[in-house]
Structures are given as structure tokens and as C-alpha cells.
């Protein structure tokens, strides 16, 4: 049965939702971003300071510790001009020139499996569910290079929390939306689409593990995973799904797109680890967007991309070199 998401939902956060909405579409939410104090070399963008800007998202900084990059932020040209979102082209140009297909609204989720409390959760019940944070996050694509983000969301576990996992859920599954209509490449034989990625509870529950709608102060571009998507910030980039359709809860590790197409290159775990090289090359450092050409430096790779202290102990015991 479907729950509507009037019955998951309390009362308060039903009347809140259409604000959250309203303010979302209308960009009333400005001021409150606007007036952000500075963090560090992080300052949160003016709305003036971008033509053809999307609405902005309210958010306050992340009292979260050790959630904050200290890296000055990759250029927002960047981090929406060069993606990997093989529904809309291979090329790192492709999801920008593309994406403008995606249908954000109507947009819901569905929680399934192993959850006391199963649904559909609508767009507007999600923004609505937590209050928004902005978390400056390093991005380490597992090919080599990596950006800095203002990521704006609330942690995973705030939904995982409101739809009770049953004891035997041991695993979190991300679907993302397949639509051919839309997605040009959907249908291309490079992967088994729909995109899916997975977590173990533990590390689906890691306060850093960010449900993010939005970034540089907006909702999210279409190409960086708009409405919403996952950002997991000590994991290779590909385990963080764009355009989630369906959470589901399982005892068993999901299967995961890339595990699938290519198994001896991408695990299930994807820590970012510059000790375990990729096959086809190292993966002990980095391209920074933004700092290419060739005097560019290379940054050296960082354990779990610097966030050690908060999930080192998730892998306590674990042979890293098997389980990458
Ligand atoms: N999600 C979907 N649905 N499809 C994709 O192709 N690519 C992944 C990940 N999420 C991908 C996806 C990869 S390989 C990376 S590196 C990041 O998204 C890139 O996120 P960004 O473009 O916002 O930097």
C-alpha cells in the first residue's frame, strides 16, 4: 500500500512544506542566505553576483564537525559545467548542454523494503523534513580529479530516522530516475540503467552523509542531480546518485551500477583511499577544477578525502585493500 505523504507526515511539517516550496520557487529565502556570515574563505554568494541564477535555497552553515572543506570553493562554472551524469552524454560537457530535459516537478520518492514506515514522499515533504544546512564538501572523482562544493541539504539519517528501519535492514539502496524520454543515454548499453548506488546502515546514517537539494546557495542545476541527490563525501563520486527516485531498505548489499559494469574496477565500499590504486592508474593524487594546465598542481590524495577522523572507525578491522 501507498501511504500518502500527508500520513507520514506531521502535521507541522505538512503546514511548513508549502512555505519551504513557495519560498524554494519564488526566492524569498535571499535574504536569509544573503546574510550568512563568512566561513572562512567559504562566503556564501550574493544572488547579484551570477546571471541566470536558479532560486535560492534557505540554509544556515553546518554546526557539524569536521563537515566543513576549508578549501576555497571550485569556481560554480565548474562545478556545473564539467559532470559525470551519463543519463545526459559521456562527454564532461554533455549534462550541462543537456540536462534542461530533466522534469523536476512533479518529483517524489519512494521509501520500500525494510521500513516500518514504507511511502511516497513528495518533493515538497522533503525540503520541508529538516532544516537546511550548507556543507562545504571535497567531491574525489574516482578518475582523478575532484572539486570543493557548498552543498545545501540535511544529513540521510533524518529521513532514515522518520521511516524506521526494521532491525534486519542492513543495507540502503538508491535508485535513480531512468526516463528515456528525457535521458538521451538511458538506453545506451554502457550501464545498466537506472543508475543505482548503495551504502551499508552505518555509513547511511554518518551525520556527514548529506541528502543535498541544492548548492552555491540554489537549488541544484539540473546537471549536478536536481531535485535531489546523495553527496557522500569520503567515497568516490560515483556512489553519490543523482535524481534519487527510490530509497529502499534491504538485509542483503545491493547490487550497484558500476560494481555491475565493472566489477574488478569499482567495489561496493569506494572509500577514498590514495594506498589502493584503480587498476588502470593511481589514485594517490588529484586535479583540483580550476587548477588544470600544466603548471597546475597535483594534490596528494587524502585518506577517506580528509574526512579519517569522522568515518575511520565505520572500517575499523576491515582490509581496505579487499574491500575497496
Ligand atoms: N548519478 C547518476 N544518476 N548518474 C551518473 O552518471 N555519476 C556519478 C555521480 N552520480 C552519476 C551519478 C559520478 S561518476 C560522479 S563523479 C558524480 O555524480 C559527479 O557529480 P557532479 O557532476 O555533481 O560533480
Known sequence: MKLQSSNITPRTLVDGRRDALRRMLSGTGALALGSLPSLGSAQVLAPTQRPGKLAPLPSKASALAGAQAMDKPTAYKDASGYNNFYEFGTDKSDPAANAHTLKTTPWAVDIEGLVKKPGRWALEDLLALSPMEERIYRLRCVEGWSMVIPWIGYSL???????????????????????????????????????????????????????????????????????????????????????????????????????????????????????????????????????????????????????????????????????Y
Open 157 to 323: 539519517a533524518e529521513l532514515i530516522k522518520r521511516v524506521e528501519p526494521l532491525g534486519n535492514a542492513k543495507f540502503v539502496e538508491f535508485v535513480t530516475l531512468a526516463d528515456p524520454k528525457t535521458m538521451p543515454f538511458v538506453g545506451s548499453r554502457m550501464l545498466d540503467w537506472p543508475y543505482t548506488e548503495g551504502l551499508r546502515m552505518d555509513e547511511a546514517l554518518h551525520p556527514l552523509t548529506l541528502l543535498a537539494f541544492g548548492m552555491y546557495g540554489e537549488i541544484l542545476p539540473n546537471q549536478n542531480g536536481a531535485p535531489l541527490r546523495l553527496v557522500v563525501p569520503w567515497k568516490y563520486g560515483f556512489k553519490s546518485a543523482k535524481s534519487i527516485v527510490k530509497i529502499r531498505f534491504s538485509e542483503r548489499q545491493p547490487a550497484t551500477a558500476w560494481n555491475k559494469a565493472a566489477p574488478q574496477e569499482y567495489g561496493f565500499f569506494s572509500n577514498v583511499n590514495p594506498e589502493v590504486d584503480h587498476p588502470r592508474w593511481s589514485q594517490a593524487t588529484e586535479r583540483r577544477l580550476g587548477e588544470d594546465g600544466v603548471f597546475g598542481k597535483k594534490r596528494k590524495t587524502l585518506m577517506f578525502n580528509g574526512y579519517e577522523a569522522q568515518v575511520g572507525q565505520l572500517y575499523a578491522g576491515m582490509d581496505l585493500k579487499k574491500f
